[in-house]
């Protein structure tokens, strides 16, 4: 019996996990954008994967990339806002850290 619940629930989570949607799709093209030098992309890309999972593990490093996305295309304002938004939202580890050194960079 134990056997038989075991598999049933295995089953039912799979299910579940097939029909529930990726974090990393999203995340993954905008990225891709981001390496290849389309930064309005980029952009697009980040606040909506932001706007969409905003307490997704990945949200971090989402922010992180948006804003050295407009540092990339030159909208030094808005980078520079997008730092210290992941700044003041995270506070501290290693996105932080680079946020830091690119706003410190940038001033």
């Known amino acids: 019996m134990k056997v038989k ?3 049933l629930a295995t089953v039912f989570l799979a ?3 097939a029909t529930m949607p990726s974090v990393e799709g999203p995340y993954n093209q905008a990225k891709a954008s981001y390496e290849a030098g389309r930064y309005a992309d980029a952009v697009k890309g980040f606040q909506d994967y932001i706007a969409q999972y905003p307490d997704s593990p990945m949200t971090e490093v989402a922010m992180y990339y948006l804003a050295d ?3 990339q295309a030159g909208k030094t304002d808005e980078a520079k806002k997008a730092y210290e938004a992941l700044i003041k ?3 501290a580890g290693s996105w932080v850290d680079w946020a830091k050194r690119d706003l410190k ?3």
Do not use: D, F, P, T
């Open 69 to 71: 996305s407009y540092r």
């Open 105 to 107: 960079e940038m001033k």
């Open 89 to 91: 939202k995270y506070q």
């Open 15 to 17: 299910g579940c996990a």
């Open 5 to 7: 619940a075991v598999l």
